[in-house]
């Protein structure tokens, strides 16, 4: 199975920074990652796809970079609607599709 | 628009099966793709499987391969995910989940969940 390791797990901003999230997979997986946020009590939203492709919706302060084995989740300049939990989650073509451990992004 | 809509809450005792259910709308049911992905509470999320509901071919992941079964109903569009002998360590949240495009498996829809508690 592929392993998905998210750092940091949680991680304090404040409103206005820009925020880094990283995810590395223990191999190579391309380019199929995607990113989720998720806010308590709600299903996941996909945020980025293909490891950097936008889904439509989501505000452009969010990207997403990387292929192989290292990406990244940038968040340009913290919202306030954007304190939650972040997921990578790798869909190569070897199953399972597994999910990072989450970074909780909290207020500082 | 697309919504999936998921059964409501389950309580049940260890040993014992359980069925969720996951009505799509908006959409070519037989297009694409559901699949179940867990969460238990606090915890992150996990990937259980998929069915095509066009052929009914199902993949399970190894973890639940001897204890899931996902199925669907095409004349009203549903998908069901049973588990059975749970344990306490299957109480969590239940979510369908279907990808952009058919063959893709990034999830851009999901179903609101359905809490599966287990409890004597």
């Known amino acids: 199975d592929i392993q998905m390791t998210q750092s940091p797990s949680t991680l304090s901003a404040s409103v206005g920074d820009r925020v880094t999230i990283t995810c590395r997979a223990s191999?190579?997986?391309?380019?199929?990652l995607a990113w989720y946020q998720q806010k308590p009590g709600k299903a996941p939203k996909l945020l980025i796809y293909?490891?950097?492709y936008l889904e439509s919706g989501v505000p452009s302060r969010f990207s997403g970079s990387g292929s192989g084995t290292d990406f990244t989740l940038i968040i340009s300049s913290l919202q306030p609607d954007d304190f939650a939990t972040y997921y990578c989650?790798?869909?190569?073509?070897?199953?399972?599709?597994?999910f990072g451990q989450g970074t909780k992004l909290e207020i500082k | 628009q697309v919504h999936l809509v998921q059964s409501g809450a389950e309580v049940k005792k260890p040993g014992a099966s359980v069925k969720v259910s996951c009505q799509a709308s908006?959409?070519?049911?037989?297009?694409?793709?559901i699949h179940w992905v867990r969460q238990v509470p606090g915890q992150g999320l996990e990937w259980m499987g998929w069915?095509?509901?066009?052929?009914?071919?199902?993949k399970y992941a190894q973890k639940f391969q001897a204890r899931v079964t996902m199925t669907s109903d095409t004349s009203s569009s549903t998908a069901y995910m049973e588990l059975s002998t749970i344990t306490s360590d299957d109480t969590a949240f239940y979510y369908c989940?279907?990808?952009?495009?058919?063959?893709?498996?990034?999830?851009?829809?999901w179903g609101q969940g359905t809490l599966v508690t287990v409890s004597s």
């Open positions: 908006g959409y070519v049911f037989t297009g694409y793709y």
């Open positions: 989650q790798q869909y190569n073509s070897n199953l399972p599709y597994s």
């Open positions: 191999q190579s997986i391309g380019n199929w």
């Open positions: 293909k490891a950097s």
């Open positions: 989940a279907r990808a952009r495009f058919y063959g893709d498996f990034d999830f851009q829809y």
């Open positions: 069915i095509n509901p066009n052929s009914g071919v199902t």
